[in-house]
């Protein structure tokens, strides 16, 4: 059974990432009163990930323009599969928090939102890899 904390994580990463700091500002210190709401980690947090996919989503696309031009190569669905777990593989190591935005417990939503998404994106390029090698 999945805890429903770990719902509430994955629901204030999307808002983080996707929608708004202040959004989620306000749903966070609404759902974890306990916990002291901090200004610039947040904000951190969210150009770390959104700067990871960017980068690594340019060079896999220039590394796939370059194999179908230079060598004429058609890929297959498979190969967009391979690709997809390595980039959500690879978007995931870069786009960890780190230092930046550690605190003293490690114990900040942030800090789980950063942990959260690791796991989740880890476990997802894994299942890909998995179904790609069985099939």
Do not use: N
Not at 93 to 107: A, F, M, P
């Amino acid at each position: 059974m999945i805890k429903f904390d770990r719902i509430k994580i994955s629901i204030l990463a999307l808002i983080l990432l996707f929608i708004s700091e202040s959004c989620f500002r306000a749903l966070s210190s609404k759902w974890y009163e306990e916990i002291p709401q901090d200004d610039e980690r947040p904000s951190i947090f969210r150009k770390r990930v959104l700067s990871a996919i960017t980068i690594c989503l340019l060079l896999f696309i220039c590394v796939v323009m370059f194999q179908i031009v230079h060598f004429k190569y058609q890929p297959t669905l498979k190969y967009y599969l391979q690709i997809l777990a390595v980039y959500i593989a690879l978007v995931s190591s870069l786009c960890r928090g780190g230092w930046d935005i550690q605190s003293y417990k490690g114990e900040t939503v942030v800090e789980r939102v950063d942990r959260g998404l690791f796991a989740i994106s880890q476990v997802g390029a894994t299942m890909i890899l998995l179904f790609i090698l069985i099939f």
